[in-house]
């Protein structure tokens, strides 16, 4: 495909240094009340085949949002694959623009990873398979939170606006204006309460004021993270 003149939505794809030395996008969660600081990245393809296989004891589990999860983390890995195979997926932000750069209406999909730390080792607590699309959005196509932080009781919280507050950061890094995805019936109430509208159906749009909101509220729990025993319980 012959490349086409420089895109004025696109200016910011091309990295300063400070751009440069973002590679992860943190944010807060709860875990029974207490703050643990959790990281939102690229996943690798090795970390997400070990997620995968994460999903294993919670395959038969009864409960919808559960089965969902589990669900929804299947078809994110199998859609990768799919552009992975095809060379239009990546594993770095970096290599995300790269690929915009070399060609302006490149449809690109990668994977964002969220995890906490756990004895000296990355817990992984939810991830989202997102496409950066032709016309520069990004679709945000599957959110799933992982199944051990949806069994705790209480269950750990704020992983799902975390992760859709990391992809506003990535949004942002990019000079991205929009970030749009499908909310099922039961996602629904979920995007009803982050972006305070009513009703949200099958489509949600994110743009300039949702972004900002949702930047301000994660930033009211943006403080110094506790030290957490019920964070270290997470297994």
Request: proline share 6%; with cysteine.
């Amino acid at each position: 495909m012959t490349n086409l003149p420089a895109d004025p939505r696109i200016a910011n794809v091309r990295p300063d240094r400070e751009q440069q030395a973002v590679k992860e996008f943190p944010f807060q969660i709860k875990v029974e009340g207490a703050l643990q600081t959790a990281t939102l990245r690229f996943a690798t393809s090795a970390e997400l085949q070990r997620y995968h296989r994460s999903l294993s004891p919670f395959a038969r589990e009864s409960s919808t949002i559960i089965r969902e999860a589990v669900e929804f983390t299947r078809l994110a890995a199998k859609r990768w694959r799919y552009y992975s195979r095809a060379g239009e997926a990546v594993e770095s932000l970096a290599n995300l623009r790269g690929e915009v750069r070399e060609d302006s209406r490149s449809e690109i999909a990668f994977i964002l990873l969220a995890t906490i730390r756990r004895n000296n080792r990355d817990l992984p607590v939810g991830l989202a398979y997102c496409r950066r699309t032709w016309c520069h959005h990004l679709a945000l196509d599957f959110l799933a939170v992982h199944p051990r932080a949806l069994i705790r009781r209480p269950p750990v919280s704020g992983v799902g606006s975390g992760i859709v507050f990391g992809s506003v950061q990535l949004a942002n890094a990019l000079g991205i204006s929009r970030i749009w995805g499908e909310a099922t019936a039961n996602s629904a109430p979920f995007y009803e309460k982050l972006l305070a509208v009513r009703p949200v159906q099958d489509l949600f749009i994110i743009e300039a004021p949702a972004m900002t909101s949702i930047a301000k509220r994660q930033k009211h729990l943006s403080h110094p993270p506790l030290a957490s025993k019920a964070a270290r319980g997470l297994h």
